[in-house]
């Protein structure tokens, strides 16, 4: 190889370098805050591929295999918000059929969680921001359904996320 094309192959080599380090250079912001971050957190209630009906004669019922374990809301720097969505049906429009948001670590109800309707065809329902509603510590969350009393009409949950949002 002349002369030429030895120093031409080791310009372009060089150029190719600094190309490929340029474009993995990640952006920069203030101390701490470099790199990229998500504005929307989605925690998925698992439900195994398939929806969660309400027994008979059951007024409510914990879905315990459908957990976010050891979750604690002070972990996500920047959250301001917090939405429970699900998408649940009842099968009788004169009752309710509803799903909340348990800790399960209090054995207690994340206040304003609850979302209910008495619509036959599946609806996704949104709860308000909950931020507020959790405390600053770890815990074990569930979703809970129920309906308005013990007859044998039914209902359906079939999808429940927990969506944390930054500014």
């Known amino acids: 190889m002349g002369g030429f094309m030895k120093i031409f192959s080791f310009y372009l080599s060089f150029?190719?370098?600094?190309?490929?380090?340029?474009?993995c250079q990640l952006p920069t912001g203030p101390a701490g805050k470099d790199g990229v971050s998500d504005k929307q957190i989605r925690f998925d209630f698992d439900f195994n591929g398939g929806g969660y009906l309400l027994p008979h004669r059951s007024i409510d019922d914990t879905i315990e295999h459908c957990q976010i374990i050891r979750f604690n809301i002070a972990n996500y720097v920047g959250v301001d918000s917090v939405i429970f969505v699900a998408c649940i049906s009842c099968y009788d429009s004169t009752k309710y059929f509803a799903a909340s948001i348990i800790n399960l670590t209090d054995n207690v109800e994340i206040q304003n969680s609850v979302l209910k309707t008495n619509s036959y065809n599946p609806i996704v329902l949104s709860s308000t921001n909950l931020f507020h509603s959790f405390p600053k510590k770890e815990i074990d969350l569930v979703v809970r359904i129920s309906k308005k009393d013990t007859s044998d009409f039914d209902g359906l949950i079939e999808k429940a996320y927990l969506f944390l949002y930054r500014k």
Do not use: D, M, V
Request: avoid cysteine; charge should be neutral.
């Open 15 to 23: 150029a190719l370098i600094s190309i490929i380090f340029i474009s």
